[in-house]
């Protein structure tokens, strides 16, 4: 659950959800006006907080949602949320009927959960229940694969309630440079589709693309993309056209507290960083239970000021430091931007990303409920209702 509102510890992620509509709007002049656009909320929105994208969203135009649980799923229909919302995540335990009465489009991949699709439908009463088939086309995750696709819809024909009305396939390598592997997850994906055309079965919705495959794959878009990173303002690799996108969140703390230090001083844990100079060394309030992530410890700068300064030493569970040494007038309670612009300078999840050797995805998926998250545009009440997912 996002944390939503003002702390009063000054550590926030402030979400601009103007740039999150800007970014669909530039999705959309990239891919053309046909595919549906499935705008992809699980993990919390990528931490930018599910409820609130998906109420600014669905009143702009997208198809419907994309979601990794059936928890996520039941949070925006508690929120409101009308359009489609797809379980792309598969992990139904014994809870089919939770989809059911929550009116969920599930992504299906396991013969059992169709015939547990099936027997959940029935005690609900529905009289049609309706389902996308995942096909495993090379992902080796989830789905079913091209060998076995053709008796996994028969088995879905026995049910008369059941209604397959979209076939799915995920890439696995659509931002990798060799185009090679997702030409190849293509060609399977279109066997199957023609497979079940010929089967007579004709799903309304044929999906692949991710964000990657959507702005790079004109053939993956079929009629529905399912878009997540570009949303919220981050490009999938260097190997995808770039579009013009705005980050939509900004990171950001303040120092709480300065100490002037000599040469040959150990900072934090360990040790691991010497000062080799008489140097001014600032705390702040974040530390990796916030998901800025042990692993920036030495290697991350931030901006202070409009310049950047270095993080020097084990980021602690609650707090790290940086050297402001070369930081003219710096005092405590100074803004301290962790990820975002300030000035002329941006520090992007990319570049975050490639400080702690992981992909903008998870600097973003980590920043953990325990940083309020706030909507400048918002007005308080709406603020409220954001967070509010029970
Ligand atoms: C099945 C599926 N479709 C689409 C997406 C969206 O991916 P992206 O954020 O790269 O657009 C994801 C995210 O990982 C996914 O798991």
């Not at 707090?319 to 402001?324: A, G, K, Q, R, T």
Request: aromatic share 6%; with cysteine; net charge neutral.
């Amino acid at each position: 659950m996002t944390n939503v509102g003002p702390g009063i510890r000054p550590t926030l992620a402030r979400i601009d959800l103007r740039a999150v509509t800007h970014n669909l709007k530039q999705v959309r002049a990239a891919i053309g006006p046909r595919p549906g656009i499935v705008a992809v909320v699980k993990a919390d929105a990528y931490g930018h907080g599910a409820v609130a994208v998906a109420r600014i969203l669905e009143g702009a135009g997208v198809w419907g949602f994309g979601v990794a649980t059936v928890e996520e799923g039941v949070q925006l229909r508690r929120a409101g949320i009308r359009l489609p919302v797809l379980v792309m995540g598969a992990a139904f335990g014994d809870d089919h009927r939770t989809v059911i009465a929550h009116d969920l489009l599930p992504m299906v991949g396991d013969p059992g959960d169709i015939d547990r699709f099936a027997a959940a439908a029935r005690a609900e009463g529905c009289s049609r229940f309706t389902l996308h088939v995942k096909i495993d086309t090379g992902m080796t995750r989830l789905g079913v694969s091209e060998a076995l696709f053709e008796e996994f819809v028969r088995r879905c024909a026995q049910y008369s309630w059941l209604r397959v009305d979209g076939l799915a396939t995920h890439f696995y390598a659509a931002e990798e440079q060799d185009a090679q592997p997702t030409l190849d997850q293509l060609a399977a994906f279109l066997r199957c589709v023609e497979c079940a055309r010929k089967m007579g079965a004709v799903p309304q919705w044929v999906h692949a693309a991710n964000s990657a495959a959507s702005l790079r794959f004109a053939a993956s878009r079929f009629d529905l993309v399912r878009v997540g990173i570009l949303l919220y303002g981050a490009q999938p690799s260097r190997h995808v056209p770039a579009i013009d996108l705005k980050p939509a969140l900004s990171w950001e703390t303040r120092i709480n507290a300065i100490r002037e230090v000599p040469a040959g001083t150990k900072v934090s844990y360990g040790g691991s960083f010497v000062t080799s100079r008489v140097s001014c060394i600032a705390t702040l309030p974040v530390g990796y239970a916030d998901g800025y992530a042990r692993a920036l410890s030495n290697r991350a700068q931030v901006l202070v000021r409009g310049q950047r300064a270095a993080v020097i030493g084990q980021i602690c569970m609650d707090l790290s430091m940086i050297d402001v040494t070369e930081i003219d007038g710096v005092e405590v309670g100074d803004r301290v931007t962790l990820l975002g612009g300030e000035g002329d300078d941006v520090i992007t999840p990319v570049e975050l990303g490639r400080w702690s050797e992981t992909i903008p995805y998870e600097v973003l998926a980590r920043i953990s409920w325990r940083v309020p998250r706030e909507y400048p545009e918002l007005e308080p009440g709406e603020v409220a209702l954001a967070g509010c997912v029970q």
